[in-house]
């Protein structure tokens, strides 16, 4: 599938439009329903194979951030034998209480996977709590950028970001 395809069939299956309230707390007439692209088994493949090509040539592991960076940090690990992690908003309160979950030692470089980046809220919370944890991070991948104070933030963190489209491209 070509990246015109892709963007196309992503277009297709997750562009929504209406009156949407985005975790930033702002509105938005139109939404990416990031989970209609997630769960295609064609078109996380194929987004998988677009965010390989983003990957620095460097690093340790994949940080997927719950829920939508989760299917694409698996579908990297598959792709390229590369381990990944889970990280969950906040920390279980039963069991292993990790709020980072699978195995890593202080001191791995990780790249962390997201779905759709706006502002960054969340993807700047998890890179602090990620760091916390002893891992190193300086590379953020996504699926979608919406081109909205996101990169700006993510750079302010000292992290590259790199996305497979922006809002404009598709």
């Keep these: 599938m070509t990246r015109e395809e892709l963007a196309g069939r992503i277009r297709e299956a997750s562009y929504l439009t209406g009156e949407f309230k985005l975790r930033s707390g702002k509105t938005s007439s139109f939404y990416w ?10 078109l996380l493949a194929a987004l998988a194979a677009e965010m ?12 997927g951030l719950e829920l939508g960076g989760v ?3 698996t579908g990297l ?4 034998g590369k381990p990944c992690l889970f990280v969950r908003k906040e920390a279980k309160t039963y069991g292993t209480c990790n709020l980072v979950e699978g195995g890593f030692q202080p ?10 980046i706006t502002t960054a809220g969340q993807v700047c919370e998890s890179v ?24 700006e933030k993510i750079e302010a ?11 404009d491209q598709l």
């Design 52 to 63: 390989e090509s983003l990957l620095p040539d460097t690093f340790d592991r994949f940080a």
């Design 33 to 42: 329903d990031k989970y209609r692209f997630e769960s295609d088994p064609a």
């Design 107 to 116: 001191g791995d470089r990780v790249v962390v996977i997201e779905d759709v």
């Design 71 to 73: 299917p694409l940090a």
């Design 128 to 151: 602090g709590e990620i760091r916390e944890r002893g891992l190193v991070v300086e590379h953020v991948v996504c699926a979608i950028d919406r081109g909205q104070g996101g990169r």
């Design 157 to 167: 963190l000292g992290c590259s970001l790199r996305s497979v489209f922006t809002l």
């Design 77 to 80: 690990s598959l792709r390229t």
